[in-house]
Nanobody, 116 residues
Framework: QVQLVESGGDLVQPGGSLRLSCAASGFIFTTNAMGWYRQAPGKERELVAR???????TYVDSVKGRFTISRDNAKNTAYLQMNRLKVEDTAVYYC??????????WGKGTPVTVSS
């Protein structure tokens, strides 16, 4: 079955960087778009970035120029490089993919805390 396992979350100071990883299994990775979402305390989950099978990327406005989503098809892994982190980036970050029926699959999340 589909499995998504996130890692890389940590406590970091404002202005710092982190790289999140999402190890995927149970589906044909090269044919699926991969997304990173986040959910801050008391807020709804929001899409942060998405990468399509061909490599086309989209970002929420608040992270443009600071975050970069990428994928390594040989490793079945998606990444989120986060630079110039801000306090408001604090959230649990989730990896997502959808199957051909539109059913969404999620990892358990990895927490990112940006604080001095």
């Amino acid at each position: 079955q589909v499995q998504l396992v996130e890692s890389g979350g940590d406590l970091v100071q404002p202005g710092g960087s982190l790289r999140l990883s999402c190890a995927a299994s149970g589906f044909i990775f090269t044919t699926n778009a991969m997304g990173w979402y986040r959910q801050a305390p008391g807020k709804e989950r929001e899409l942060v970035a998405r990468i399509r099978p061909g490599g086309t990327t989209t970002y929420v406005d608040s992270v443009k120029g600071r975050f970069t989503i990428s994928r390594d098809n040989a490793k079945n892994t998606a990444y989120l490089q986060m630079n110039r982190l801000k306090v408001e980036d604090t959230a649990v970050y989730y990896c997502n993919t959808n199957d051909w029926r539109g059913i969404g699959y999620w990892g358990k999340g990895t927490p990112v805390t940006v604080s001095s």
